[in-house]
């Protein structure tokens, strides 16, 4: 079986699924979109791996300013992630964090060529949308907001199958009327990418982290996310009497931001690009405490992957995030906490971290149970059996 799996950003469990079907005898191919930017996997092939890697629109810059031409750029993908399926030719092809546009033109080209596709749901666009306009957004991005359901609506229905990462997502594929073709398969992490490694690192040390208590962020920062929040985090600890660096590994207009927050609170604060891959267990391991960040209106319809990498690290982690998201059931059962992600709850958010950072036996402890955790529930074979039924009855649909 040919197939081909898109993920728009190039996150690393993506990849270790195309590397597990292709070591099962799958003829696979991965491909990401070389514009996005964000931390990624592991994208080239390893010794004796037969897996085939690619890009898509390598050319293109996002205008994150205009509305009106990021709508066109994403349009433009869709139709080189057209050409990209024509020439890699798949039995059946798995999409996933595909921006609705560009879906929008990749189902209407499957529809006329008849090649079965899979959408691996990781957001619903249009809920997101609509839950930041008037707030984050102009209130116009209401219609917004209600273009993207139809379209997401209509994609869904066009695709064989649907994979959704929460039961949460259930409902919405209830009401749209393709609940008969939806299996929730929760994401995960690597296990054998992402380990636990000392404290003092080389890492560390390269970036003088290692002998300093440190809060730390990886992962891309969007509208879902409140970026101060983590800075009014840090000086809460600071002012709770623990001596707290905020350091955060992320790319784009946030880190302005922060670095504006930081310097008027007076917050001590590292701000670093995306790291290599290979060198993420030592990123994570410098920070005593890991931060997870999601805005309310993200509720259940967004689970950060971050959250599953931090748990692989075995470190504590703490969730500035809504309770009723699948992550912070995660986040809680290793022995971390959750906030909600709002100004009220920074104080007893704060307290938390002051504690534990005063406390090492159980940083130690919560670490463990995380990376216990993630053992017990991120087992490849298992998440590559049931991708792996879903893509032959795809492909079975067909014939």
């Given at each position: 079986?040919?197939?081909?799996?898109?993920?728009?950003s190039g996150h690393p469990f993506q990849v270790q699924l195309s590397?597990?079907?292709?070591?099962?005898?799958?003829?696979?191919?991965?491909?990401?979109?070389?514009?996005?930017?964000?931390?990624?996997?592991?994208?080239?092939?390893?010794?004796?791996?037969?897996?085939?890697?690619?890009?898509?629109?390598d050319d293109i810059v996002f205008d994150k300013s205009s509305f009106v031409?990021?709508?066109?750029?994403?349009?433009?993908?869709?139709?080189?992630?057209?050409?990209?399926?024509?020439?890699?030719r798949p039995d059946v092809a798995?999409?996933?964090?595909?921006?609705?546009?560009?879906?929008?033109?990749?189902?209407?080209?499957?529809?006329?060529?008849?090649?079965?596709?899979v959408l691996w749901h990781q957001d619903v666009y249009s809920v997101a949308i609509r839950s930041f306009a008037g707030a984050k957004l102009s209130r116009a991005f209401g219609v917004v907001a209600s273009a993207f359901e139809v379209a997401e609506r209509w994609c869904s229905r066009r695709s064989s199958a649907v994979v959704v990462i929460a039961d949460s997502f259930v409902p919405v594929h209830e009401s749209w009327g393709t609940a008969d073709k939806v299996t929730v398969i929760p994401n995960w992490a690597p296990l054998d990418e992402i380990v636990?490694?000392?404290?003092?690192?080389?890492?560390?040390?390269?970036?003088?982290?290692?002998?300093?208590?440190?809060?730390?962020?990886?992962?891309?920062?969007?509208?879902?996310?409140?970026?101060?929040?983590?800075?009014?985090?840090a000086d809460q600890v600071r002012r709770a009497g623990r001596d707290v660096r905020l350091v955060v590994v992320n790319e784009g207009p946030a880190v302005e931001l922060l670095q504006r927050e930081a310097d008027r609170l007076l917050v001590p604060i590292t701000l670093l690009?995306?790291?290599?891959?290979?060198?993420?267990?030592?990123?994570?391991?410098?920070?005593?405490?890991?931060?997870?960040?999601?805005?309310?209106?993200?509720?259940?319809?967004?689970?950060?992957?971050?959250?599953?990498?931090?748990?692989?690290?075995?470190?504590?982690?703490?969730?500035?995030?809504?309770?009723?998201?699948?992550?912070?059931d995660l986040v809680t059962r290793t022995g971390g906490a959750v906030f909600a992600p709002s100004a009220d709850d920074l104080p007893a958010a704060a307290r938390w971290v002051a504690e534990l950072l005063g406390d090492p036996d159980r940083r130690d402890d919560i670490g463990a149970a995380a990376r216990e955790l993630a053992e017990s529930e991120f087992a490849m074979s298992t998440c590559a059996d049931r991708f792996e039924t879903v893509l032959r009855s795809s492909v079975g649909d067909r014939a």
């Open positions: 079986m040919r197939i081909l799996v898109h993920d728009f590397r597990e079907l292709s070591r099962r005898g799958q003829d696979v191919v991965y491909s990401s979109c070389g514009a996005y930017v964000s931390g990624k996997g592991r994208l080239t092939a390893g010794p004796g791996e037969t897996l085939a890697f690619q890009t898509i629109g031409r990021r709508l066109f750029q994403e349009l433009r993908l869709g139709v080189e992630l057209v050409r990209h399926v024509r020439a890699v798995l999409m996933s964090n595909v921006q609705v546009p560009t879906l929008v033109v990749f189902a209407l080209a499957m529809m006329v060529t008849r090649t079965p596709w636990p490694c000392p404290r003092k690192n080389d890492w560390a040390v390269e970036h003088e982290l290692d002998d300093t208590l440190t809060l730390l962020y990886s992962g891309t920062l969007g509208l879902k996310h409140d970026p101060a929040l983590m800075v009014s985090l690009p995306f790291q290599p891959y290979e060198q993420l267990s030592e990123v994570l391991a410098t920070g005593d405490v890991l931060v997870v960040l999601l805005d309310q209106q993200a509720g259940a319809f967004s689970v950060p992957s971050k959250t599953l990498s931090y748990l692989c690290a075995g470190r504590p982690i703490v969730g500035l995030m809504p309770a009723e998201n699948a992550a912070a």
